[in-house]
């Protein structure tokens, strides 16, 4: 049996010290790196359109729309991501700390979404045409109905929060002007085609309490361009 010297036997612990120290290493690199859905990354979408040009609606109030309440949602989402990627490594944490996180997430993810959506579909002239306007006459019999129903229902928020949205129900096949009381709340499988912000840091700003006026004001400014690519977009997803 061949004999191990000393020096070989120092050198072979000293490797193996090595190898488990970069298991070691590895693993806990592993660890500390968190998953995609908890990078906490996200930015900000600049405003599509020039603030000053929009008719009957300020400059100060979108900015201040777009750095206070969607910004700060930005913003919020990013810090729920991070507290999660930190809570994710306590294998043993109780469920009932996910609750308010978990709430927050789905609240910001709305707020994001939406409020990207909503500056999305403004900047235009406010008149409708294209595919879109032929799925309102499809699904509504005319366009004055299909607003006639719109704006009633956005005006059914006001004072108070929520989001009106025309969308197209992927499960169901249909279209329909839906009613949103936050950020949260949704028809399922329903793809928002116009939307439109109805909390109040949306027009109290230039209208007070005035919540119709506001509505008048946005639909004045309907970029019916990018409504009509998401029609585009929801008729390729649905066949």
């Not at 249909?174 to 912000?197: C, I, K, R, T």
């Amino acid at each position: 049996m061949n004999k191990i010297t000393r020096r070989e036997a120092i050198t072979g612990i000293i490797a193996a010290s090595a190898a488990t120290l970069s298991l070691s290493e590895n693993s806990f690199a592993q660890t500390e790196t968190p998953g995609r859905a908890f990078r906490g990354g996200h930015q900000p979408k600049p405003l599509p359109f020039d603030a000053a040009k929009l008719k009957g609606i300020s400059e100060i109030l979108i900015k201040s729309h777009w750095e206070n309440n969607y910004g700060g949602s930005v913003g919020a989402l990013n810090v729920v991501e991070k507290r999660l990627a930190q809570l994710v490594k306590e294998k043993d944490a109780p469920a009932y700390l996910y609750g308010d996180l978990k709430r927050e997430e789905l609240i910001r993810t709305g707020s994001v979404v939406l409020h990207e959506k909503y500056f999305d579909n403004l900047g235009g002239s406010g008149k409708a045409d294209g595919q879109a306007l032929k799925l309102i006459q499809q699904w509504f019999g005319s366009y004055e109905s299909w607003e006639n129903e719109f704006r009633k229902t956005a005006q059914s928020l006001a004072g108070g929060s929520g989001w009106a949205t025309l969308a197209y129900n992927l499960h169901t096949n249909e279209v329909h002007n839906y009613w949103a009381s936050d950020h949260g709340y949704n028809a399922p499988l329903s793809v928002p085609l116009l939307v439109l912000d109805m909390y109040e840091h949306s027009y109290q700003m230039d209208y007070g309490a005035a919540a119709a006026k506001y509505v008048d004001a946005f639909m004045q400014n309907v970029n019916w361009d990018e409504v009509n690519r998401r029609v585009e977009t929801m008729l390729k997803m649905s066949i």
